[in-house]
């Protein structure tokens, strides 16, 4: 006997008020990464009230939930996030964050409450089902490096044959949902500058090193790393985020710190960049008398999908919003520790549209209005139980 999918999708449709209700209490009480205790507790104690096989403090704060099927079979993992982000939540709405200054500005909210309906819908069918699904909710996604890892080490993956992820994309209309095969989001590194300059009065420039100075023309410098060191048919993005130094008018500022991050896709790209970030920062400063102490994070690698399971989302993506809202997406310099998984084992991270420009859910991710059509977690839901379906009743 076979799954029926049509009535997997019709139990979680009777869900959905209930999922809203559980997006808007995780969206009201968020928790920054690496602190998700109190969420993660919920989650934890939500599914073993499933009757599902439950570890808490996977790799810290993650939860990996089991689902065995009464036939054999293999094993399916489907991964949610749980973190938010150091944002003033400005939306004016009844579910607004109640943690000053913390929102989930990122949808993980949404994809922590996808994945717990999912697991309570796919436990009522736990007689018909061929193999094994293991429910991942990391902690950590947010900040480098990220949760995956430790969760990883920490066996989440042990005996999982693939994985699969959704990540609710607000620049995508609700309705549609996209991914490519091979790279689709980019790896993601950090750096920082430190500028040692020398201070002093602001009405005698010629006695002192200006460090702001310094640090703007390394500013500038930087935007010819991507326009005439890389090859302009890869990417790349180098982008500054912070600019730190000084305090008073009239003082000229003896050290700058400037942080920010690169993109790439291809790994010799991803060195290079790496290497002309430092020449380029010691030679500016070299210019003015200053010194520079330069540190480089290698973050997430690139979220590279299988082609195989690629092909399974083009086709089992039809089934849920039909074949002509599914899409193969442009790359996206956006990055993502589900890269981690995608080393490991085949799999696909997919994006679910989730804005509505009639609802006025137009602002991007990390931004602080940020919000989603809640419609699209339905979506979200019964995308990752086709393709989990799919994959164990064709294996």
């Not at 938010?84 to 004016?92: H, R, V, W």
């Not at 399974?312 to 981690?340: I, K």
Request: negative net charge; charged residues 20%.
């Amino acid at each position: 006997m076979m799954l029926d999918i049509e009535q997997l999708k019709i139990q979680l449709d009777h869900n959905y008020t209930e999922m809203v209700q559980m997006r808007r209490y995780l969206h009201q009480n968020p928790e920054l990464s690496f602190h998700e205790y109190k969420t993660a507790a919920m989650v934890a104690d939500t599914l073993h009230g499933y009757g599902l096989e439950v570890r808490r403090h996977v790799g810290g704060n993650g939860v990996v939930a089991t689902l065995r099927g009464e036939l054999p079979g293999p094993t399916v993992a489907l991964r949610a996030d749980m973190d938010a982000l150091p944002i003033q939540d400005e939306k004016k709405c009844e579910y607004t964050s109640k943690v000053p200054g913390i929102m989930h500005a990122c949808g993980h909210d949404a994809h922590t409450t996808t994945l717990l309906f999912v697991a309570k819908v796919m436990c009522s069918h736990q007689a018909t089902l061929r193999g094994n699904i293991v429910f991942i909710f990391q902690h950590g996604e947010e900040i480098s490096p990220g949760g995956a890892i430790s969760m990883i080490a920490d066996g989440a993956l042990d005996q999982v044959d693939v994985i699969y992820g959704v990540h609710l994309w607000s620049p995508v209309p609700y309705g549609e949902v996209t991914s490519r095969s091979g790279a689709f989001m980019a790896a993601a590194d950090e750096f920082s500058f430190h500028i040692q300059g020398k201070g002093g009065h602001g009405g005698l420039p010629h006695q002192t090193v200006d460090s702001i100075v310094v640090g703007s023309h390394l500013v500038v410098n930087l935007q010819s790393l991507v326009a005439r060191n890389v090859d302009p048919t890869q990417s790349c993005v180098v982008s500054i985020g912070s600019f730190l130094g000084g305090g008073a008018f009239n003082v000229i500022a003896e050290k700058v710190s400037i942080n920010g991050t690169t993109r790439t896709f291809d790994p010799q790209v991803r060195q290079f960049v790496k290497e002309r970030l430092r020449q380029i920062s010691e030679a500016t400063c070299q210019m003015f008398g200053a010194t520079c102490e330069m540190e480089y994070i290698d973050g997430y690698p690139p979220v590279v999908n299988d082609s195989f399971e690629t092909d399974r989302f083009m086709r089992v993506g039809g089934s849920v919003v039909g074949s002509d809202n599914v899409h193969t997406s442009e790359q996206n310099m956006a990055g993502e520790d589900f890269s981690y998984y995608l080393q490991k084992i085949p799999g696909c991270f997919m994006f679910v549209g989730a804005g509505n420009i009639e609802q006025g859910i137009i602002h991007p991710h990390h931004h602080p209005k940020f919000d989603i059509d809640e419609r699209s977690m339905l979506v979200a839901g019964k995308l990752l139980m086709s393709m989990a379906v799919d994959y164990l009743e064709s294996n």
